[in-house]
């Protein structure tokens, strides 16, 4: 166990700010993901918070300002428990990298995701407390980490829009597969916001700031926003991420493994992401010119991805297993990962092809 | 003018029941489509319906049904507006019918799709009177139109998630851009349900059911389903469409036009669906290697497409306009058009492309 209580066999981008992807295996092993293989990214050091003297303040265009310790946190609203899939909008960026080069930004595989059940209140009774003023168009999430990447160096942040803000599934959340919170994932207390890129559920969240415009610190002015193929980065930039895109993967077989010719079990997840929910997912051995379609499994409510498998038949030889979901409002993947290149490396999510060798 | 009140130069599909689509100059004109020029697709004959006699039911679960008159349905509830692009499933299914044919429907162009401001009450207050009891999950709705193309006959219908039935947005509208609700779009009462593919705002509304399941009848278990390319449509088969899918077109110039050399400015549409909004529009005259981003023009709000516009520099001889529209999860439009195929012929949302000449 690694100092953060991770397992071993994560790949870790980075110690200090810790950064670390599962790998497939660990995401194959169920719907739900141990907290002990779940993802980590963050921009700075997880900061030191003494629980008795951290407080969550509220204020913004509200008509009441709040501070709300721990306990009055849990003792004055309704506990919540909410499965949501967690994705970075760098997960996949290095399908990109192979592309074309991407300076400054990590070389995330396809491990930057992970399904976990989160314990909290819902934002929504905060802000019910507060009561929003009739300009109010956004919430922000302050968290307590320093980030020293940003320009200038900056606390982590980031808003959602109101509407969203509302909605009883985004939680404020001490708990985590049923276990308290880890320090590395944002204890005492961070936000989770189902749908969305996972730079929006903030952690070590100690600051909920009612807004008229979106945030404007560097994590959503400047980063996290999708800049066409022939732009630059910079303030205001490109369009802002925040409903996260349709994505899955093949979980087993992994990319270069060698397996039994004949009927073999072929296992990943997909996930519609925003406000969709898995409608269909079609794997092929022939490239795309057809397809077969998986069996969706545990179904864990709206905001969790689906787990999905087949049965493929295997000659010997090199097969790609290609994969397309689909979601509610039959949208599916796009086919060429190369279209999708854009400087920071964001919403990588091309139909996964895994090779396999078959003797 | 015809008998529907429609003005001159809409594509009839069809007279008995009537079946027309908008050119493209009729939806140039501005982000509202006037209400003589605004499309309708309809599976029945225009019902005779005496509004004196008319009720509005509303039953299944709930606590207390409901019988409604207009004046009782207009006094009793809040006036609402919502300015709203409605488009059929259908819609472009020409496109795909070049690839290869679909017997038994009709070859809808691109201008199965319009915008227009309406007027009425929420479903959701009228939802708040009848009390949807514990067990309610999706909210039916019922026409007056008998359909002899489902089998077995019967009246048009279907269904959406009582989640959505409850957001503001969903109206029972009365009235079409200021004017009262012309019989051929659905008066005296049709449902408005934005986001969601044209089917779902039923007209001639006599019925709204709240159920424990989505509805089954013909226009929801059998048609408006996405059919895999190598299905057969039938009772259940495919994912039934709800979420209407991200889209855009060329409004102007139009295909096959004869344009000046030098600097012309292109005109079009683009319309993100579900609860996404269009982050951005580029626009390719070199078949993609290259794009332009697009000016996003009037903003109607939440529900309505964007119009844009891009001056575009065109040398003498022949060009492809080639467009692709992104919705706010970054999301853009397939490339593929013969990949979007399937037994029914809908969702083509494929990237429009327009042919011109210049001299």
Redesign the interface.
């Known amino acids: 166990m690694s100092r953060y209580g991770k397992r071993a066999g994560l790949t870790v981008h980075e110690h200090e700010p810790f950064n670390a992807e599962t790998g497939p295996a660990a995401l194959a092993e169920g719907p739900l993901t141990a907290t002990d293989a779940f993802y980590v990214r963050s921009h700075g050091a997880v900061p030191e918070i003494v629980p008795a003297a951290w407080r969550l303040r509220v204020h913004g265009v509200v008509e009441r300002e709040l501070e709300l310790s721990l306990p009055t946190l849990r003792e004055a609203f309704r506990e919540r428990q909410v499965t949501a899939t967690l994705q970075c909008a760098g997960n996949r960026r290095a399908g990109l990298i192979a592309i074309r080069d991407i300076p400054g930004e990590a070389p995330w595989g396809a491990g930057a995701t992970g399904t976990a059940t989160w314990t909290g209140v819902a934002l929504a009774d905060v802000l019910a407390l507060a009561r929003p003023r009739r300009e109010a168009a956004h919430v922000g999430f302050g968290g307590a980490d320093v980030c020293p990447e940003a320009a200038p160096v900056q606390r982590f942040g980031g808003s959602i829009p109101l509407d969203k803000a509302c909605r009883r599934e985004v939680l404020l959340a001490w708990g985590m597969n049923g276990e308290p919170l880890p320090p590395v994932h944002g204890a005492p207390l961070r936000a989770v916001v189902p749908g969305y890129i996972g730079a929006r559920s903030v952690k070590w969240l100690d600051r909920i700031e009612v807004r008229t415009k979106p945030w404007a610190g560097y994590f959503q002015h400047v980063a996290y926003r999708?800049v066409?193929?022939?732009g630059a980065p910079g303030p205001g930039e490109g369009?802002p991420?925040?409903?996260?895109?349709?994505n899955a993967d093949v979980l087993s077989a992994a990319d270069g493994e060698k397996i039994t010719t004949g009927p073999v079990e072929v296992r990943g997840y997909a996930f519609a992401?925003?406000?969709?929910y898995v409608?269909?997912v079609?794997v092929s051995l022939d490239g795309?010119a057809?397809?077969s379609?998986a069996e969706l499994l545990d179904d864990l409510g709206p905001w969790a991805w689906r787990h999905w498998r087949i049965k493929l038949d295997f000659a010997r030889g090199e097969h790609a297993i290609l994969v397309r979901a689909?979601d509610?409002?039959?949208?599916?993947q796009?086919?060429?990962e190369a279209?999708l290149w854009n400087p920071n490396g964001?919403?990588n999510?091309a139909r996964p092809r895994v090779r396999v060798r078959a003797a």
Chains 1, 2 share one sequence.
């Open positions: 999708l066409p193929e022939d369009m991420l925040g409903l996260v895109a349709l992401g925003g406000e969709r409608a269909r079609d795309g057809s397809w379609q689909w509610s409002s039959a949208a599916t796009p086919e060429d279209a964001y919403v999510n």
